[in-house]
């Protein structure tokens, strides 16, 4: 895990920088950075988000290129007349198109899809494989969805987990698991990742987004050298605000797991260690002063309910590396050739091939080493991150044009 980050860190860094950079430029934060304890950190309170685990809140106050309008998929939504059920039934037919399961019709007779009325339930998405016998075919997801982009990006997320139930519902019960913890959460951020394309959105999806888009021009090169738009660095670093951010976050918690497990922490210094932790990788500090008798550790779930929180570090950087093999399937992005189109446009929805390696996968369940199982799809049994670093590539760039 260690190398892994140190890979990352100075992209993370880069990103902190800017954020930083122009936090302090506006009048609206100065006074969140007047102590000396604040010099090159952040305070952990100006994130919009309680850990400081995700930075999308402050887009608006950051933002690259602040005179290109956003592209705003939910209201395009409730314009084309999408429902609730809608929003599922896309997600259904993108897993379809790429010869993958159709959900079952127990799912559709049994899921929460929407938030009941008269009763009170818990809202945090989730995808449920009922375990009924080899052969399962009753899967179900509890979601209060909403016509929003946050619920189309999730719907696609939880039937992905869905999607892996089924593949390795024919293996014995021990093995009717994910190769590794962090698979399942990797395998639904990375087909997101093809749905949130403007592409995928407007042609696919037939959103009035306002692009100018060829829906017809399915070729993987470009007459020249690509160059990205201020639209393009925008949405990179919409994406960087809560993919990259989150990166350090979530080794950090872990970290500290691992030492109060080891014993190497007497009680007394579980709070300050845990804050000395997030300063040294994710350089936050917290908002004011904090001591022994606060433990504020306990503020995020996962710790009090003893989940290890690695794997969501490892899911971030797998499904880059699951996206970037199923475009080179679909033959939607070369690596290494400038002609070809940049990997963060690559939309493989409705192509087979890039379905079938994801399927010959996501079979395997636990039944086989996860090196094994990364190998079938992406021909390396090494987790890496080239794939995450080379999706974000334009906006680094820009973002050392900025921080110099």
Known sequence: MASLWITLEPYYRKLHSYVRKSLMQNPQYLDKFNEERFEENLPAHVFGNMWAQQWGALENSTQLFPQVSAIDVTSALIKKGYTETKIFEVADEFFGGMGLERMTPTFWGKSMLVKPTGREVVCHASAEDMCTGKGNQDFRIKMCTKVTFDSLVTAHHEMGHIEYFMQYTNEHFIFRNGANPGFHEAIGDALALAVITPKHLQCILNLDLG???????????????????????????????DKIAFLPFAYSVD???????????????????????????????????????????????HIVGNVEYIRYFISHILQFQFYEAMCIAANEYIPGDNKSKPLYKCDFSGNKEAGKKLAEMMSLGFSKPWPEALEILTGSRQ?????????????????????D
């Open 211 to 241: 692009l100018e888009i060829d829906c017809n021009n399915d070729h993987v090169n470009i007459n020249d050298d690509f160059v990205s738009t201020p639209t393009d660095i925008n949405f990179l670093y919409l994406m960087a605000l």
């Open 255 to 301: 970290r500290w797991r691992w030492e109060v497990f080891e014993g190497k922490l007497l009680p007394e210094n579980y709070n300050s260690r845990w804050w000395e932790i997030r300063k040294m990788i994710q350089h936050i500090v917290p908002p004011v002063p904090r001591n022994s008798t606060s433990f504020d550790p306990a503020a995020k779930y």
């Open 383 to 403: 987790l890496s991150t080239a794939s995450l670093v080379n999706y974000f590539s334009p906006l680094w760039a820009e973002l050392d044009k900025r921080i």
